[in-house]
């Protein structure tokens, strides 16, 4: 038998093990104590400074483009979108929802279609077409119109998220993914809050050269962001050993701190990968988990400027009062990606943030006062952002092989995704402004990503002890790493992380 199947027979049997052993969360190929990591020097802390100059803005920059255009709907829902193309009913939330079929439909093939090419092809050239797209929504006149526009702009956006952040794992060990991936995605709350200030001062362009102030919205965020599209075809990297950046050496001790993160593990492109990931339990746990997250983010950033102008605040007064929840969360989600990397530590973290959104949710399902309600937004805010760079990063630190993390990272987020249908539905005009139904389905799911990651931690402490029993027991130990290299995560020298 061969030795990949004698670790599966091993895992599946190990409970009748004789000797338990200790599990350590530390990961495959890392030190456990921060004193002996070889690539914690100040060489190493140099080039890292290095990589977050040259590939954390860039990538950020082009999140906020996405994350502004996506759900720049909200702001031109209140600036007589709604009433100027005639929508009626549901006909608006139809069309927020649409944009999340063609979204999540995208993300797996586009994340493939990244391996097989290379990030500084693929990345710009979807960023172009989605930026097409939305300069071209300012024609819409029709429900119709934006019904097919909307699904233009999932199909074409969609595969941004995903391949970033599986961009991201090809730079940077485990235990330095979170802050990074925060930093990337505070883009998205720098996004909510610029949203509400350029809408505002958008706003004034009404009934200039005929345009209406919505179609002035989608007109200058979508230029804007074939721009930065043709930019980044120049400035895009692809990967730590083509850096043009880093100098030889540089390049070298950048690849093989990546490969003792990941010893052994297969980076090249096979089909078995990709089923692989589609049959791990784990991947649709982590949907689960992830979907949860989305849907209340997505609630929170369609609806904001709404909720608020439920409260009593005017139009305006509600696009900039939108502005200091997506800061506050910004700072916060920093804080907790930065928090993170340092205890190394996933799950526990997301579990706070997400009873933390809870508490707001919960503030603003209980009150109709404004200041009472704003403080809700703002704490519901401070809750649900960090919550999805701790659950990227924990998704990514915990597949194993390039493909299959991809692969996994595209499914988890586009099914995810889909959560941004109900979103679309929740908060309805007639529940202004308590929206019992919006509030009541946020704090529930939240609640079920709560009890998914608490399950996650403890299957991940119990695998883990499964395969330090099996080593110790077999004498497996780094130096046959390339014998369990197409076994991914479950590879018997494979740790999750916490």
């Known amino acids: 038998m061969s030795a990949p199947m004698t670790e599966k027979r091993?895992?599946?049997?190990?409970?009748?093990?004789?000797?338990?052993?200790?599990?350590?969360?530390?990961?495959?190929?890392?030190?456990?104590?921060?004193?002996?990591?070889?690539?914690?020097?100040?060489?190493?802390?140099?080039?890292?400074?290095?990589?977050?100059?040259?590939?954390?803005?860039?990538?950020?920059?082009?999140?906020?483009?996405?994350?502004?255009?996506?759900?720049?709907?909200?702001?031109?829902?209140?600036?007589?979108?709604?009433?100027?193309?005639?929508?009626?009913?549901?006909?608006?939330?139809?069309?927020?929802?649409?944009?999340?079929?063609?979204?999540?439909?995208?993300?797996?093939?586009?994340?493939?279609?990244?391996?097989?090419?290379?990030?500084?092809?693929?990345?710009?050239?979807?960023?172009?077409?989605?930026?097409?797209?939305?300069?071209?929504?300012?024609?819409?006149?029709?429900?119709?119109?934006?019904?097919?526009?909307?699904?233009?702009?999932?199909?074409?956006?969609?595969?941004?998220?995903?391949?970033?952040?599986?961009?991201?794992?090809?730079?940077?060990?485990?235990?330095?993914?979170?802050?990074?991936?925060?930093?990337?995605?505070?883009?998205?709350?720098?996004?909510?809050?610029?949203?509400?200030?350029?809408?505002?001062?958008?706003?004034?362009?009404?009934?200039?050269?005929?345009?209406?102030g919505w179609q002035w919205i989608f007109l200058i965020e979508g230029l804007v962001t074939v721009v930065v599209s043709i930019v980044a075809y120049f400035f895009m990297q692809d990967y730590p050993g083509t850096a043009r950046f880093l100098n030889e050496d540089e390049r070298a001790h950048v690849v093989e701190r990546l490969r003792r993160d990941h010893p052994g593990l297969a980076t090249h492109v096979d089909k078995r990968f990709v089923w692989q990931a589609f049959k791990d339990y784990k991947a649709y746990l982590f949907t689960i988990m992830y979907t949860g997250i989305l849907i209340s983010l997505y609630a929170f950033s369609l609806f904001l400027p709404s909720i608020i102008n439920g409260l009593g605040y005017t139009a305006n007064e509600a696009q900039l009062l939108s502005v200091p929840p997506y800061v506050a969360g910004c700072i916060c989600t920093i804080a907790a990606g930065w928090y993170s990397d340092k205890y190394h530590k996933r799950g526990p973290f997301l579990v706070v943030f997400a009873l933390l959104a809870i508490t707001g949710y919960a503030i603003l399902l209980g009150t109709t006062r404004p200041g009472a309600g704003y403080a809700g937004a703002m704490i519901a805010a401070l809750g649900v952002f960090p919550t999805i760079p701790l659950s990227i990063s924990w998704i990514g630190s915990n597949i194993g092989g390039d493909l299959k993390r991809g692969v996994v990272l595209a499914m988890v987020i586009g099914i995810g995704n889909l959560g941004g249908i109900c979103s679309s539905f929740i908060f309805m005009a007639k529940e202004s402004p308590r929206y019992y139904t919006g509030h009541g389905v946020c704090i529930g799911v939240l609640v079920m990503t709560t009890a998914t990651a608490c399950f996650l931690m403890w299957d991940f402490r119990r695998l883990n002890k499964k395969k330090e029993a099996i080593c110790a027991r077999e004498g497996i130990d780094k130096s046959r790493a390339a014998q369990f290299s197409e076994m991914g995560d479950d590879s018997p020298l494979f740790r999750y992380v916490m």
């Open 10 to 212: 091993d895992l599946d049997q190990l409970e009748k093990a004789p000797t338990p052993i200790v599990a350590s969360d530390s990961p495959s190929g890392s030190i456990s104590d921060e004193e002996h990591d070889p690539f914690d020097t100040e060489y190493d802390r140099k080039i890292l400074r290095k990589i977050d100059y040259h590939i954390i803005p860039f990538v950020a920059v082009l999140y906020l483009l996405s994350f502004l255009d996506r759900s720049n709907i909200g702001n031109a829902k209140i600036l007589g979108l709604v009433k100027d193309i005639g929508l009626k009913g549901l006909q608006y939330n139809v069309c927020a929802a649409v944009f999340f079929i063609t979204y999540s439909a995208s993300e797996v093939p586009s994340n493939i279609m990244l391996k097989l090419t290379r990030p500084s092809l693929w990345i710009p050239t979807i960023m172009l077409a989605w930026g097409v797209v939305m300069t071209l929504m300012c024609l819409c006149n029709s429900y119709a119109g934006l019904i097919v526009a909307r699904l233009f702009l999932g199909l074409t956006e969609g595969g941004l998220f995903p391949g970033v952040n599986f961009f991201l794992t090809l730079w940077y060990r485990r235990k330095e993914q979170a802050f990074r991936i925060s930093l990337f995605f505070s883009a998205a709350t720098i996004a909510g809050a610029f949203g509400g200030l350029l809408a505002a001062a958008i706003a004034k362009l009404d009934k200039k050269a005929g345009l209406h």
